[in-house]
């Protein structure tokens, strides 16, 4: 059996979330999503499930954190290219995220977004030489940065 990742998001607004997660290209599964919860398909094996409050609350004895304050959790997803990062950032800024801190370490480079409802976000993309973990190759190719 293949392992897949469900990320478990609360959410104030649920329709502005699962337009939010669409506009971003991911896809909702319909027979995951009702008025309580929608299931965003980022790849075959992982998923965000975006809930209500209450609804979320059901599988937690613990407060809700408030995201505009705390920070809980960092999610991050890798992509293929660097170009992706910006495609899929600008995207999440245009439908009304925040932006984040970037990172360019040369072999590796990464641009953060906050969704509507302050959940983090991280976008990298790594070298595959970086991937390989040969340091040697990697300060080769990026004297400056490794």
């Not at 937690?60 to 890798?78: E, G, Y």
Request: charged share 20%; with cysteine.
């Amino acid at each position: 059996m293949t392992t897949s990742v469900f990320i478990n998001l609360p959410v104030k607004d649920l329709p502005k979330s699962k337009e939010f997660y669409t506009s971003l290209g991911w896809s909702l599964n319909p027979a995951f999503s009702d008025d309580n919860a929608g299931c965003i398909v980022i790849s075959d094996t992982i998923y965000v499930m975006i809930l209500t409050h209450e609804h979320y609350q059901q599988f937690t004895d613990k407060q809700i954190a408030d995201t505009s304050n705390t920070s809980a959790v960092l999610n991050a997803i890798s992509v293929d290219t660097p170009e992706e990062i910006d495609g899929l950032v600008d995207r999440a800024i245009g439908a009304g995220a925040v932006e984040g801190k970037p990172q360019d370490y040369g072999f590796m480079r990464s641009r953060t977004f906050a969704d509507p409802d302050g959940h983090s976000w991280e976008v990298l993309w790594m070298d595959p030489i970086a991937q390989t973990g040969d340091w040697a190759a990697v300060q080769e190719k990026y004297p400056q940065e490794a």
